[in-house]
């Protein structure tokens, strides 16, 4: 059932694309037949199966790791909940929402890139008549990839979109075990008390043990156009026992959120840690999407990496990537000029040009 509950502003990433959906809508439907596989950046190597017909993602891990015994989980590659779907964990958390669960795997295809690679898996769903793409986007010689997901109702109806991740990790610690060895590093802010960086147990941010699966999870957020005003957009989940860090950078100036808990595949037992990364939703920045037929979303980038090591080894990773990836041609860039911030250093906000002249004169005295 559509429940149109809010109207979502075009400005939110609701464009059409009627020849996306014509292409996709052209696939054929998944079947039992797909092998697991794996997809490998010069730096990263991503680990996928298919279950009755439905792709899902292993643990992601530095190129060249040695397999590890214990990476027996799995989970959605995707995570989406549309409106008027069940949802086993009674929308408590973004992970086991439908149809994302039930998501058919319809093949996939990789392109070369300027600087590097793109993988895209494609999954249909034919009870709300939705094609969805998950995008990876690698960049040679850093262990990072630029992940985003979109979504296109190919069917005749309006579908509503309640959340959709840019991005999913799995496998980040053992599912009844991660208190011991999971730690999390997110950095909070506050006004004039900015990057402030935390290490915090999982049950230390709210996702505590149960010997089950847990109804509660570690989490961070944000709220309209400040995306830092209580947290930088960006995260690392620590494992100490496989010495492997993950980190997130959600790429999005307005609303986003992530969260770290475990979650079920059968009797209540939890089998999986995962991480689900992605910009506004319904539940916690009240982004509702309405697709109408033709009609595609596509979720804010998110950059995910691993590495070898702790803290120090991923802010470096995330910063070469960074200077690859993220950083446009300038002739400033080049040319190295000076800048001087009056606002923090002396003015405070109250600029006249009584104030400036001195300073102006006192810059070019200096060179």
């Known amino acids: 059932m559509f429940i149109n509950r809010r109207k979502f502003l ?44 439905r792709l899902r993602q292993k643990r992601l891990v530095p190129a060249g790791a040695m397999t590890l015994g214990d990476d027996k989980s799995s989970g959605v590659e995707v995570a989406l909940q549309c409106s008027g779907e069940n949802s086993p964990d009674q929308g408590m958390k973004s992970c086991t929402g439908q149809p994302g669960a039930r998501l058919l795997f319809a093949g996939r295809r990789e392109e070369s890139t300027s600087g590097g ?61 991660y208190d011991r060895e999971l730690r999390i590093h997110l950095a909070q802010n506050s006004w004039m008390a900015e990057g402030q960086w935390h290490t915090l147990r999982p ?31 960006m995260a690392m989940a620590e494992n100490t026992r496989l010495g492997l860090t993950w980190f997130w950078q959600i790429e999005h100036n307005g609303s986003w959120y992530w969260e770290i808990s475990n979650v079920s595949a059968r009797d209540n037992n939890a089998d999986d840690v995962y991480a689900y990364l992605g910009g506004p939703d319904d539940l916690h920045s009240s982004a509702w999407k309405g697709l109408k037929p033709g009609e595609s979303y596509e979720t804010v980038p998110v950059a995910v990496g691993c590495v070898h090591g702790g803290f120090s080894d991923a802010v470096e990773a995330l910063t070469r990537y960074r200077r690859v990836a993220c950083q446009r041609p300038h002739k400033n860039n080049s040319q190295c000029p000076v800048i001087f911030n009056d606002y923090m250093n002396c003015l405070w906000g109250d600029p006249t040009e009584a104030k400036e002249l001195p300073m102006i004169a006192a810059a070019a005295k200096a060179g």
């Open 203 to 233: 049950s230390e941010m709210g996702f505590v043990e149960n010997e089950r699966t847990s109804w509660s999870e570690a989490q961070a957020g944000s709220i309209g156009s400040w995306s830092s005003e209580r947290y930088l957009p």
């Open 10 to 53: 075009v400005s939110g990433g609701v464009t059409t694309v009627s020849a996306l959906a014509s292409r996709v809508s052209g696939l054929a439907f998944a079947s039992n037949s797909f092998e697991p596989f794996q997809w490998k950046t010069t730096d990263l190597m991503f680990a996928f199966e298919a279950t009755a017909g």
């Open 117 to 177: 690679k793109r993988l895209v898996c494609l999954h249909t769903d034919a009870n709300l008549n939705l094609s969805v793409e998950s995008v990876y986007e690698s960049f040679d010689g850093v262990p990072v990839v630029r992940r985003y997901s979109r979504v296109t109702n190919v069917g005749s109806s309006p579908v509503g979109i309640d959340f959709l991740s840019s991005a999913m990790l799995h496998g980040l610690a053992a599912p009844q075990e």
